[in-house]
């Protein structure tokens, strides 16, 4: 498998291409500010052919390159319905005085292709499987990725901003729920292989092993879990958009 990734933009987004090997089909994935020159040239070093952008959720420092990347390719764009209003209008996700700092340089809109993502959906792109998880807590329609584990390599999860190495996703811009963020850590995070690893939104690589064993936003929840409640100590964090 080649997963080919790049922090773009201001907030450093992480975005990723995901194929089988080099020469063949790929699946981009959250292709934000500034990511379309990028997602150019990693298509031409490894010679791959798009066939769908996924979203894991609808800020604009993970789809400002939404509608060129899918224009120039003629591929549709997947987004959990929750979110779907932020592509073609981020300043209601950001909160007015955040969202009027970035109008002046962002073209925003949907793709000719829009699709939705649903909770468990399994997508069969590029050859590839992506089961689904709506995690939300970040905003309403947060989406997680998941490859299966195979002989040569463990699980992949890709979180997008809802878990990091170290941190979860911030909740205090429109949407967000830090209770909410925590049940989703609980239910989608949780039940991991500690071999899974994770690719996140922002930030490193890391894995869910290292994660439970040192993330204090998954520390408290598995806490929580064992004891039969949530969790809700540990302050919430101000990471990113």
Not at 71 to 89: E, F, K, N, Q, T
Not at 135 to 142: D, R
Not at 171 to 194: F, K, N, Y
Not at 221 to 227: I, M, Q
Request: charged residues 20%; proline residues 7%.
């Amino acid at each position: 498998m080649l997963i080919a990734g790049f922090p773009a933009g201001a907030w450093g987004t992480n975005c990723y291409l995901v194929a089988p090997a080099a020469g063949e089909e790929c699946v981009i994935i959250d292709p934000g500010h500034q990511a379309a020159q990028g997602v150019e040239d990693a298509l031409k070093k490894h010679r791959l052919k798009p066939v769908a952008v996924v979203l894991t959720h609808g800020h604009i420092d993970h789809v400002a390159s939404v509608v060129p990347v899918c224009g120039a390719h003629d591929v549709p764009a997947w987004i959990h319905p929750a979110d779907r209003y932020m592509m073609s209008d981020p300043e209601k996700a950001l909160g007015r005085a955040f969202g009027q700092q970035l109008m002046g340089e962002l073209t925003v809109g949907e793709p000719d292709d829009v699709k939705e993502l649903t909770d468990g959906a399994r997508l069969d792109l590029a050859g590839m499987e992506f089961t689904v998880a709506h995690a939300p807590g970040h905003t309403k329609g947060s989406v997680t990725f998941r490859m299966p584990e195979t002989a040569e390599i463990p699980s992949v999860f890709f979180s997008g901003d809802l878990l990091f190495a170290g941190s979860i996703g911030r909740t205090d811009l429109p949407g967000g729920d830090h209770a909410e963020i925590l049940q989703s850590l609980a239910r989608v995070c949780l039940p991991l292989d500690d071999s899974t690893v994770v690719l996140s939104g922002h930030g490193p690589q890391t894995s869910i092993g290292r994660e439970r064993a040192t993330n204090p936003y998954l520390r408290e929840v598995a806490d929580g879990a064992r004891r039969g409640f949530g969790g809700g100590a540990t302050a919430p964090p101000r990471r990113g958009m």
